[in-house]
């Protein structure tokens, strides 16, 4: 199935890099799609759970969805994956 999930923090291609690359590393979780315009996050998964999962690792690495708190530590962590990604 394929959902969308609406993210804090997205900036520029970089965060979409990052984002695109750590969750295409998630099993059952394919066809990332990051649109940096609308904040959104797209992709194909197989169960509730690997998208739950999808949201969890967002939040880890500093793109909380629009209903999660969206902390100084989440800011700084999408600083980071954001110019991580633009090295990659």
């Known amino acids: 199935m ?8 997205l900036k520029c ?7 695109t690359n750590k969750l295409s590393e998630i099993k059952n979780i ?3 799609n990051v ?3 609308a904040s959104k996050v797209s ?3 197989i169960e509730e759970a690997d998208a739950l999962h999808v949201k969890e690792k967002l939040k880890h690495i500093g793109y ?3 209903e999660q708190e969206n902390t100084m530590r989440s800011k700084t962590k999408s600083f980071i994956s954001c110019a991580t990604g633009k090295f990659k």
Do not use: K, L
């Not at 394929?2 to 923090?9: D, G």
């Not at 291609?13 to 984002?19: R, S």
């Open 64 to 66: 909380p969805s629009v």
């Open 43 to 45: 992709f194909h998964y």
């Open 13 to 19: 291609g970089g965060c979409a890099n990052t984002i």
């Open 2 to 9: 394929r959902t969308s999930v609406i993210v804090q923090n």
């Open 35 to 37: 649109d940096v315009e």
């Open 30 to 32: 394919s066809d990332v």
